[in-house]
């Protein structure tokens, strides 16, 4: 039996590397986790798969409301930093290490599949779905929050995408992740599969002592952005320009010293 090299292989390593600088974050993303949570209406004793997971904040979340819960993720470190987690609020989840495209668990697993602002960075969205709905149950929930495009953090990867290298002549793009906070393109992906899809917009609210100072953090967390920066130091005019396109981008979303950024949630149910 012969085996297909995955085209993307070099673009998850990346992935696997950048986002590990991704920890000091979790705490900004732990209430839009229970937001999610009670969105997909998470209750004792379903199975629960959180992909792309993180450091855990909605898995620890899930199984804090009592569900027998899994969580998987590209990175190591984030795992690490996902068990310790769980360890603390006294709950047990089962981390792993894995790929949104190959999730490693069998067909109609799970009453419930979650991601918040993970599965988004998938390559390939058509693979993704196929896989959370693989192991979803029929008449279970998938769920999961996005940034839209239209607003900051979705103009932000936009950003990065245009000063990023081209990919190799020949080569398929990854697909764009602020697609995923469209409804249109939402309702496009999970086509037939799904029914009662439903919609609904929250804000997460990150304290900020300036532009500057918000800057700072997301350069040093947020893991494309992380490797764009790092791409520019021996560029200091493009790296300026970059800086000051984000401080554009941001000066709308920031006042009284508080970033807002607004995200999308999405829940279907499995036909």
């Not at 967390?221 to 005019?237: E, M, N, R, V, Y």
Request: some cysteine; overall charge neutral.
């Amino acid at each position: 039996m012969t085996t297909t090299a995955d085209p993307f292989e070099k673009f998850k390593a990346a992935q696997r590397e950048g986002w590990s600088s991704f920890v000091p974050v979790e705490i900004m993303t732990t209430p839009p986790a229970a937001k999610l949570v009670k969105f997909a209406a998470v209750s004792g004793g379903q199975r629960i798969l959180d992909v792309a997971c993180g450091t855990g904040v909605a898995a620890i979340t899930a199984a804090r409301a009592g569900a027998n819960v899994s969580g998987l993720d590209l990175t190591p470190k984030l795992l690490e930093r996902a068990r310790e987690n769980a360890a603390v609020a006294g709950v047990n989840v089962d981390f792993v290490e894995g790929d949104a495209e190959a999730l490693p668990y069998p067909d109609r697993s799970f009453d419930v599949v979650l991601s918040q602002y993970g599965h988004m960075f998938a390559p390939r969205p058509a693979i993704a779905v196929k896989e959370m709905l693989r192991v979803l149950k029929p008449g279970g929930t998938i769920a999961f929050s996005t940034w839209p495009p239209e607003h900051f953090t979705g103009l932000l990867f936009a950003l990065i995408a245009r000063n990023m290298p081209p990919p190799p002549a020949g080569t398929e793009p990854p697909a764009a992740p602020p697609l995923w906070g469209d409804p249109n393109v939402i309702r496009e992906r999970l086509g037939t599969a799904i029914k009662d899809l439903k919609f609904a917009r929250d804000t997460l609210v990150i304290p900020a002592l300036s532009l500057a100072h918000f800057r700072a953090a997301q350069e040093k967390t947020i893991g494309p952005l992380t490797k764009l920066i790092a791409s520019l130091q021996h560029d200091p005019d493009k790296l300026k320009q970059l800086r000051a396109e984000f401080d554009a981008l941001a000066a709308d979303i920031f006042e009284e010293n508080t970033i807002r950024m607004p995200f999308l949630m999405t829940r279907a149910t499995k036909i």
